[in-house]
């Protein structure tokens, strides 16, 4: 049985489609990515998943059990850590913890066992007795994380777990999610707009866009099954008219895409590329400002799959910021 | 419906409202400086008014009255005299407000008391403060009469006394304003703790965490009502002891006394913060309760008779005291301060307020919505 089943998922405001009939499935202890930038559509979609908003049309499954017809048992069977911290600031780290519990109907002998357990799982056993008003956001993440698991269920939802957490925290989170799997024998489910977290962390990766879904694939799939596997970028001055359509001919290039100045190649062997582009230069006396080259990233997979730069999208302060904390 | 999880709702609200005493401090603070200045203000008897004393008349009877007005001055004191020579100086004073009132004995005055020929002393007063003219008038009517009875043989009969036969004794207004101290206490703990706090935190997130849980809408609104009535009847009892110390309210030793009172604080809690959670239940604004804060304590609290019996009121104000929880509170702890001890003065308030309570947590429960 696949630990979450999602069929045609559709969701509406008014006339506007945030979630646009996905489907998916997240096999049992497989760390899954939802991949997208603001808007995507990504917390609506686990807000679905975690019975907090019913769906336009679609149905789902978490655990087994209809997320419409039986929230309940949906309810019991995963954690979830949404996207705005959660945690109560005027309660202490273990209040937040074993009231949570309480609300699952953990026994009290085992909330007393799991409370210390958890806490040094997620690294924060010297703050047991702190108001979380006192942590930083990192700590309150992590503090989040271990409350999802004081009912131990066995999927976990994290709503970009690590937005707004530095360089560090973010590998110290990605450790956990990665140790808690192995040792829980979790299935997590997770979104994030960090490339670098999808490629590290998850089995397989949904890109999203528009409240569509783009592609599926584990992030080295992804990234092979677009054309090329190096991306040359290059500026040039003073490129002639039909300078696109020459650069396609070099050799091993597979497509060309000019893009704010600069031109990016795929190419199946990025220095042969470079090579056969010096000489084109010369030969018709065109100036190479800039060039690089690197192999294919899931940033080039994301821009091969929407047509649009993630992290343009993430830089473009096209959605408000309180739409960050929906 | 499961109790754990109602308790652990509850445990949480109550840990927080026990970390910070801010909330108890400020539910405290507002009553208790409103019943003090509110109960000092308006429950003293007017003293020292400045009264003009015009002589037109010059002869033994206008210094009988003067000497008479000064010893009102020496015993309770109402007004202090201030002699003037002419009566137009004396109603400019009183125009301009020197003066609040002037007294004028007409240059016939001795001469009509000599014969019985319906003597007459003249007010002249600032009719805008209806307050102060009416405590003149009395005492000068109280004063009139004495001066009458020895110096004049009445040809009539005596007249039929009215006996004035009190219930209770003299109630200072402190005294009758504690009860209404003591709702506003329970109110604004409803306010803050149920209405702001409970709007604060769903729009900081932190009802999504709970959201996620198998918690019943159903649950999650007694667990907070039950909180928030348990806040208010620990601020509500605080008042009353507190306050009942300031006003010299006796007899609140009485352990019986006190279990009725703290009976009707808890049903009454209940009442305020069930009404608050319904007002709020749909509203997501952290603005919104801040505003409608002023209102509605207007709209509950002077309806209630709580500074002022509600017989003074027009129609429409009565209307509203009929289903303001306010109203059936202050009756209800009114006659367990200043009244009496037993279920009999108090069971037809306790049965209407628990009454409203059901129905706004029945009606609170129907308009939760369980999710986002
Ligand atoms: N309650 C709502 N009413 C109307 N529109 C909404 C609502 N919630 C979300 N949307 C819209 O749906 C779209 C998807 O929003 P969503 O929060 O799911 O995006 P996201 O992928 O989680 O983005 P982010 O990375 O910023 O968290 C956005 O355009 C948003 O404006
Ligand atoms: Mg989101």
Same mark, same amino acid.
């Given at each position: 049985?696949?630990? @979450?089943?999602?069929?045609?998922?559709?969701?509406?405001?008014?006339?506007?489609?945030?979630?646009?009939?996905?489907?998916?499935? @997240?096999?049992?202890?497989?760390?899954?990515?939802?991949?997208?930038?603001?808007?995507?559509?990504?917390?609506?979609?686990?807000?679905?998943?975690?019975?907090?908003?019913?769906?336009?049309?679609?149905?789902?499954?978490?655990?087994?059990?209809?997320?419409?017809?039986?929230?309940?048992? @949906?309810?019991?069977?995963?954690?979830?850590?949404?996207?705005?911290?959660?945690?109560?600031?005027?309660?202490? +780290?273990?209040?937040?913890?074993?009231?949570?519990?309480?609300?699952?109907?953990?026994?009290?002998?085992?909330?007393?066992?799991?409370?210390?357990?958890?806490?040094?799982?997620?690294?924060?056993?010297?703050?047991?007795?702190?108001? #979380?008003?006192?942590?930083?956001?990192?700590?309150?993440?992590?503090?989040?994380? +271990? *409350?999802?698991?004081?009912?131990?269920?066995?999927?976990?939802?994290?709503?970009?777990?690590?937005?707004?957490?530095?360089?560090?925290?973010?590998?110290?989170?990605?450790?956990?999610?990665?140790?808690?799997?192995?040792?829980?024998?979790?299935?997590?489910?997770?979104?994030?707009?960090?490339?670098?977290?999808?490629?590290?962390?998850?089995? *397989?990766?949904?890109?999203?866009?528009?409240?569509?879904?783009?592609?599926?694939?584990?992030?080295?799939?992804?990234?092979?099954?677009?054309?090329?596997?190096?991306? @040359?970028?290059?500026?040039?001055?003073?490129?002639? +008219?039909?300078?696109?359509?020459?650069? +396609?001919?070099?050799?091993?290039?597979?497509?060309?895409?000019?893009?704010?100045?600069?031109?990016?190649?795929?190419?199946?062997?990025?220095?042969?590329?470079?090579?056969?582009?010096?000489?084109?230069?010369?030969?018709?006396?065109?100036?190479?400002?800039?060039?690089?080259?690197?192999?294919?990233?899931?940033?080039? #997979?994301?821009?091969?799959?929407?047509?649009?730069?993630?992290?343009?999208?993430?830089?473009?302060?096209?959605?408000?910021?309180?739409?960050?904390?929906? | 419906?499961?109790?754990?999880?109602?308790?652990?709702?509850?445990?949480?609200?109550?840990?927080?409202?026990?970390?910070?005493?801010?909330?108890? !401090?400020?539910?405290?603070? &507002?009553?208790?400086?409103?019943?003090?200045?509110?109960?000092?203000?308006?429950?003293?008897?007017?003293?020292?008014?400045?009264?003009? &004393?015009?002589?037109?008349?010059?002869?033994?009877?206008?210094?009988?009255? $003067?000497?008479?007005?000064?010893? =009102?001055?020496?015993?309770?004191?109402?007004?202090?005299?201030?002699?003037?020579?002419?009566?137009?100086?004396?109603?400019?004073?009183?125009?301009?407000?020197?003066? $609040?009132?002037?007294?004028?004995?007409?240059?016939?005055?001795?001469?009509?008391?000599?014969?019985?020929?319906?003597?007459?002393?003249?007010?002249?007063?600032?009719?805008?403060?209806?307050?102060?003219?009416?405590?003149?008038?009395?005492?000068?009517?109280?004063?009139?009469?004495?001066?009458? =009875?020895?110096?004049?043989?009445?040809?009539?009969?005596?007249?039929?006394?009215?006996?004035?036969?009190?219930?209770?004794?003299?109630?200072?207004?402190?005294?009758?304003?504690?009860?209404?101290?003591?709702?506003?206490?329970?109110?604004?703990?409803? !306010?803050?703790?149920?209405?702001?706090?409970?709007?604060?935190?769903?729009?900081?997130? /932190?009802?999504?965490?709970?959201?996620?849980?198998?918690?019943?809408?159903?649950?999650?609104?007694?667990?907070?009502?039950?909180?928030?009535?348990?806040?208010?009847?620990?601020?509500?009892?605080?008042?009353?002891?507190?306050?009942?110390?300031?006003?010299?309210?006796?007899?609140?030793? %009485?352990?019986?006394?006190?279990?009725?009172?703290?009976?009707?604080?808890?049903?009454?809690?209940?009442?305020?913060?069930? /009404?608050?959670?319904?007002?709020?239940?749909?509203?997501?604004?952290?603005?919104?309760?801040?505003?409608?804060?002023? =209102?509605? %304590?207007?709209?509950?609290?002077?309806?209630?008779?709580?500074?002022?019996?509600?017989?003074?009121?027009?129609?429409?104000?009565?209307?509203?005291?009929?289903?303001?929880?306010?109203?059936?509170?202050?009756?209800?702890?009114?006659?367990?301060? /200043?009244?009496?001890?037993?279920?009999?003065?108090?069971?037809?308030?306790?049965?209407?307020?628990?009454?409203?309570?059901?129905?706004?947590?029945?009606?609170?429960?129907?308009?939760?919505?369980?999710?986002?």
């Amino acid at each position: 049985m696949s630990a @979450v089943e999602v069929d045609h998922l559709t969701k509406q405001f008014g006339d506007f489609t945030a979630v646009d009939a996905i489907s998916f499935t @997240v096999a049992q202890n497989e760390i899954f990515g939802l991949l997208g930038p603001n808007g995507a559509g990504k917390t609506t979609l686990i807000r679905m998943l975690t019975t907090l908003t019913p769906p336009t049309s679609g149905t789902a499954h978490v655990a087994g059990c209809d997320i419409v017809r039986e929230p309940n048992r @949906v309810r019991e069977s995963m954690g979830v850590i949404p996207q705005a911290l959660t945690s109560d600031p005027e309660l202490t +780290a273990e209040e937040n913890l074993s009231i949570h519990a309480k609300l699952y109907g953990v026994p009290a002998a085992e909330r007393e066992a799991l409370v210390p357990e958890l806490m040094a799982a997620v690294g924060l056993e010297k703050f047991r007795w702190a108001l #979380v008003r006192t942590f930083s956001g990192g700590m309150r993440r992590r503090l989040e994380i +271990a *409350r999802g698991l004081m009912h131990s269920p066995k999927i976990l939802f994290l709503d970009e777990p690590t937005s707004g957490l530095d360089p560090v925290s973010r590998s110290n989170v990605w450790e956990m999610i990665e140790r808690l799997r192995r040792e829980k024998n979790l299935t997590i489910l997770l979104t994030t707009h960090y490339m670098d977290e999808a490629d590290k962390l998850c089995d *397989r990766i949904a890109i999203v866009d528009h409240g569509r879904l783009k592609a599926l694939d584990t992030p080295s799939r992804l990234k092979a099954s677009i054309p090329g596997n190096d991306v @040359v970028e290059a500026e040039f001055d003073r490129a002639p +008219a039909d300078w696109t359509a020459e650069l +396609a001919r070099l050799e091993g290039v597979r497509s060309v895409q000019p893009r704010d100045g600069s031109i990016r190649l795929s190419s199946a062997e990025g220095p042969r590329t470079i090579a056969a582009l010096v000489e084109l230069v010369r030969a018709r006396g065109v100036t190479l400002r800039r060039v690089s080259v690197a192999s294919t990233t899931l940033d080039d #997979v994301f821009l091969h799959f929407t047509g649009r730069d993630l992290r343009d999208e993430l830089g473009e302060g096209r959605y408000s910021v309180g739409h960050l904390y929906r | 419906m499961k109790l754990y999880r109602i308790s652990a709702l509850f445990e949480r609200d109550m840990r927080k409202f026990f970390r910070s005493p801010t909330l108890m !401090m400020v539910s405290m603070i &507002f009553p208790l400086v409103q019943l003090i200045v509110l109960g000092y203000a308006f429950g003293g008897k007017i003293r020292g008014v400045r009264v003009a &004393f015009v002589d037109n008349d010059h002869g033994a009877e206008a210094v009988r009255v $003067r000497a008479m007005l000064d010893a =009102v001055r020496t015993g309770p004191g109402v007004i202090r005299l201030v002699d003037y020579s002419t009566l137009p100086a004396a109603v400019r004073d009183l125009k301009i407000g020197l003066v $609040r009132g002037v007294i004028l004995a007409p240059y016939d005055f001795s001469y009509r008391v000599e014969h019985q020929d319906n003597p007459r002393l003249v007010l002249v007063e600032d009719n805008t403060d209806r307050t102060i003219s009416g405590a003149l008038e009395s005492t000068l009517q109280t004063m009139v009469q004495q001066f009458d =009875v020895p110096a004049v043989t009445s040809p009539l009969p005596a007249q039929t006394q009215l006996d004035v036969v009190e219930v209770y004794p003299y109630i200072e207004y402190i005294k009758y304003l504690l009860p209404g101290s003591i709702a506003m206490a329970m109110f604004v703990v409803a !306010m803050i703790g149920g209405g702001i706090t409970f709007i604060d935190d769903k729009s900081r997130g /932190l009802h999504e965490g709970y959201l996620v849980t198998p918690i019943e809408g159903a649950e999650l609104v007694l667990g907070l009502n039950l909180a928030g009535a348990i806040k208010g009847l620990m601020a509500g009892m605080v008042i009353t002891v507190v306050g009942g110390l300031i006003a010299g309210v006796s007899g609140l030793a %009485n352990p019986l006394r006190l279990a009725y009172l703290a009976l009707v604080c808890a049903v009454a809690a209940l009442t305020m913060i069930s /009404l608050m959670f319904v007002t709020m239940v749909r509203v997501d604004d952290p603005m919104v309760p801040r505003a409608v804060f002023g =209102v509605l %304590n207007t709209l509950l609290f002077f309806p209630s008779g709580a500074i002022y019996p509600i017989q003074g009121f027009p129609k429409w104000m009565q209307a509203i005291a009929v289903v303001d929880p306010f109203y059936y509170t202050v009756h209800a702890l009114r006659y367990l301060l /200043l009244k009496g001890v037993g279920i009999a003065g108090i069971y037809h308030d306790l049965l209407v307020l628990a009454g409203m309570s059901a129905g706004f947590l029945a009606l609170g429960i129907g308009l939760f919505k369980r999710q986002l």
